[in-house]
């Protein structure tokens, strides 16, 4: 399975981003896909993920602030992410997985500044 991530770039405090990751290869099997997040020295942690029977779950942190969304037909997840704040500023993951391991894109920044 191979995960191509997007959508990354510098917002201002208050402003969106939407961020999309495309699945390929092996994808039959997977379950989950989702994101994860990692500012510079933190460790990686979850933001938000859909399983296949449309179940979302949210990091605390988010509150509201994002959503997100799979379409099936583009073996796609997305990410909207509204009022983003500069503690958000991390490099973004696109995380999948099926019964046996855990997949990863090659992550894109998000730089939330003034």
């Known amino acids: 399975v191979q995960l191509q991530a997007s959508g990354g770039g510098l917002v201002q405090p208050g402003g969106s981003l939407r961020l999309s990751c495309v699945a390929s290869?092996?994808?039959?099997?997977?379950?989950?896909m989702g994101w994860y997040r990692q500012g510079p020295g933190e460790r990686r942690d979850v933001v938000a993920y859909?399983?296949?029977?449309?179940?979302?779950n949210y990091g605390d942190f988010v509150k509201g602030r994002f959503t997100v969304s799979r379409d099936s037909a583009k073996n796609s997840v997305y990410l909207e992410m509204n009022g983003l704040k500069p503690e958000d500023t991390a490099t973004y993951y696109c995380?999948?997985?099926?019964?046996?391991?855990?997949?990863w894109g090659q992550g894109t920044l998000v730089t939330v500044s003034s």
């Open positions: 859909i399983t296949d029977r449309d179940t979302k």
């Open positions: 995380q999948a997985g099926d019964h046996f391991r855990d997949y």
């Open positions: 290869g092996s994808i039959d099997s997977l379950n989950v």
